[in-house]
């Protein structure tokens, strides 16, 4: 998109990221940490040019709110800032202190034929969803890796997709052939046309893959809204009957193509491929089980050997490094100083004299040495941190997921 040109076709006001960056500006941190809006101020982000207009859109997301379970009070606090006509326009002189939630209900039903409302929507709905993650499961998506902002999104997927397959049923969609189409439908309107078969088509899938299992997090978190959006859509406007519920979905599908057009240029279609999400599933598994083991336990159950009772004689030059990543592997994190491992080591591998005598020159022993080597030689081809098995962390090492599927395949019994 040339923003330039947009620019000198529409006021500031419009420009995709002043917008955005207005909204959050227009934010005030409340006592308890959160963020509260003034309606009065998304009046004007919304571009509604009369109050009464706008109040009414207040008053629909009340009712929404209220039918959505919450208590109305918890959300839009009425609040008089002075007496008489209120500086920024409009009679009676009065406002809404909004939290997050309420903010999105506005956005929600403010008028879609305004531009700037579906910018206001994604907004919200995003910034809702990750506050949602934080208050729900202490989860700061910001600090996730890509890996794990796809297993979270997928997940939410997964349930966000049993939600909405309840609404389409009570809207009509009945038979698994009729939820068929109607999920067709929604892939339709985001993917430019393309059903479930053609993207899988066109990104060179397998015949059977599941298209959001190779989803990354961007992609995924486009669909996750499509999903949610939907769901709202086909409850809040009581929309009945299986053809009404599918144009529904595509409608809300095309939306999100049209903000992704806007917001970034890229198509759904065209953002990577990723490794299926299941692999990295079962990697995590796997490394979750591995931690919660006892350090002890753990060390016995992935290898007869080596145990503290028993060190075991190895070449050193050539096997230091799977007992380093061995040792690393039973850390709560993963993580472990050189020192520490110069420490831990000879526990676990017998270290003959020659090894262990003081090189003079260097006030160092022939062992200690090759364990710091695995650090200062790590550009190295054959080094464990240049394969990918280590990363070199300061003052030490950190074992990678390739280090722990290293670690459970050599050392098993």
């Given at each position: 998109m040339d923003i330039d040109k947009f620019d000198s076709e529409k006021n500031e006001m419009s420009s995709i990221e002043s917008l955005l960056d207005q909204f959050e500006q227009a934010g005030h941190e409340a006592p308890n940490g959160d963020k509260i809006w003034f309606a009065r101020d998304l009046q004007t982000l919304l571009g509604y040019q009369k109050w009464d207009k706008f109040e009414q859109v207040i008053e629909r997301a009340k009712t929404a709110c209220a039918t959505a379970g919450h208590p109305i009070e918890n959300h839009f606090q009425e609040v008089f800032p002075q007496a008489g006509k209120n500086p920024k326009g409009g009679r009676p002189s009065k406002d809404f202190e909004l939290d997050r939630y309420a903010s999105y209900l506005i956005a929600q039903n403010a008028s879609s034929s305004l531009r700037q409302v579906a910018f206001a929507q994604t907004y919200f709905a995003i910034q809702t969803r990750r506050q949602e993650l934080a208050d729900q499961d202490g989860v700061d998506f910001d600090t996730l890796s890509e890996n794990q902002k796809r297993l979270y999104l997928r997940n939410q997927v997964v349930a966000e997709n049993k939600r909405l397959a309840s609404a389409a049923k009570a809207a009509g969609v009945q038979t698994g052939q009729d939820f068929g189409k109607f999920q067709n439908k929604g892939y339709q309107g985001l993917y430019g046309g393309r059903g479930v078969g053609e993207i899988r088509q066109y990104k060179s899938l397998p015949g059977k893959a599941n298209i959001l299992d190779h989803m990354g997090s961007t992609e995924l978190a486009a669909n996750l809204f499509r999903i949610t959006q939907t769901e709202e859509k086909l409850r809040s406007?009581?929309?009945?009957?299986?053809?009404?519920?599918?144009?529904?979905?595509?409608?809300?599908?095309?939306?999100?193509?049209?903000?992704?057009?806007?917001?970034?240029?890229?198509?759904?279609?065209?953002?990577?491929?990723?490794?299926?999400?299941?692999?990295?599933?079962?990697?995590?598994?796997?490394?979750?089980?591995?931690?919660?083991?006892?350090?002890?336990?753990?060390?016995?159950?992935?290898?007869?050997?080596?145990?503290?009772?028993?060190?075991?004689?190895?070449?050193?030059?050539?096997?230091?490094?799977?007992?380093?990543?061995?040792?690393?592997?039973?850390?709560?994190?993963?993580?472990?100083?050189?020192?520490?491992?110069?420490?831990?080591?000879?526990?676990?591998?017998?270290?003959?004299?020659?090894?262990?005598?003081?090189?003079?020159?260097?006030?160092?022993?022939?062992?200690?040495?090759?364990?710091?080597?695995?650090?200062?030689?790590?550009?190295?081809?054959?080094?464990?941190?240049?394969?990918?098995?280590?990363?070199?962390?300061?003052?030490?090492?950190?074992?990678?997921?390739?280090?722990?599927?290293?670690?459970?395949?050599?050392?098993?019994?």
């Amino acid at each position: 998109m040339d923003i330039d040109k947009f620019d000198s076709e529409k006021n500031e006001m419009s420009s995709i990221e002043s917008l955005l960056d207005q909204f959050e500006q227009a934010g005030h941190e409340a006592p308890n940490g959160d963020k509260i809006w003034f309606a009065r101020d998304l009046q004007t982000l919304l571009g509604y040019q009369k109050w009464d207009k706008f109040e009414q859109v207040i008053e629909r997301a009340k009712t929404a709110c209220a039918t959505a379970g919450h208590p109305i009070e918890n959300h839009f606090q009425e609040v008089f800032p002075q007496a008489g006509k209120n500086p920024k326009g409009g009679r009676p002189s009065k406002d809404f202190e909004l939290d997050r939630y309420a903010s999105y209900l506005i956005a929600q039903n403010a008028s879609s034929s305004l531009r700037q409302v579906a910018f206001a929507q994604t907004y919200f709905a995003i910034q809702t969803r990750r506050q949602e993650l934080a208050d729900q499961d202490g989860v700061d998506f910001d600090t996730l890796s890509e890996n794990q902002k796809r297993l979270y999104l997928r997940n939410q997927v997964v349930a966000e997709n049993k939600r909405l397959a309840s609404a389409a049923k009570a809207a009509g969609v009945q038979t698994g052939q009729d939820f068929g189409k109607f999920q067709n439908k929604g892939y339709q309107g985001l993917y430019g046309g393309r059903g479930v078969g053609e993207i899988r088509q066109y990104k060179s899938l397998p015949g059977k893959a599941n298209i959001l299992d190779h989803m990354g997090s961007t992609e995924l978190a486009a669909n996750l809204f499509r999903i949610t959006q939907t769901e709202e859509k086909l409850r809040s406007k009581n929309i009945i009957g299986k053809e009404h519920a599918c144009n529904a979905h595509y409608e809300v599908g095309r939306k999100v193509r049209e903000t992704m057009k806007e917001l970034s240029g890229i198509m759904p279609e065209d953002l990577p491929v990723a490794e299926s999400v299941k692999k990295i599933a079962a990697a995590e598994r796997k490394q979750q089980r591995m931690r919660a083991i006892p350090a002890p336990a753990r060390i016995e159950q992935s290898s007869v050997s080596p145990k503290e009772a028993g060190p075991v004689e190895i070449d050193l030059t050539k096997d230091l490094w799977k007992y380093a990543l061995l040792i690393m592997s039973v850390r709560p994190d993963g993580v472990i100083t050189t020192s520490e491992l110069i420490d831990a080591i000879p526990k676990f591998v017998k270290l003959s004299d020659d090894h262990t005598a003081t090189n003079e020159s260097r006030k160092d022993s022939k062992f200690s040495q090759s364990v710091r080597n695995l650090k200062s030689h790590k550009t190295s081809k054959s080094n464990f941190i240049y394969q990918g098995y280590a990363e070199d962390v300061k003052g030490g090492f950190k074992i990678t997921d390739k280090g722990i599927e290293f670690v459970w395949s050599y050392f098993k019994e």
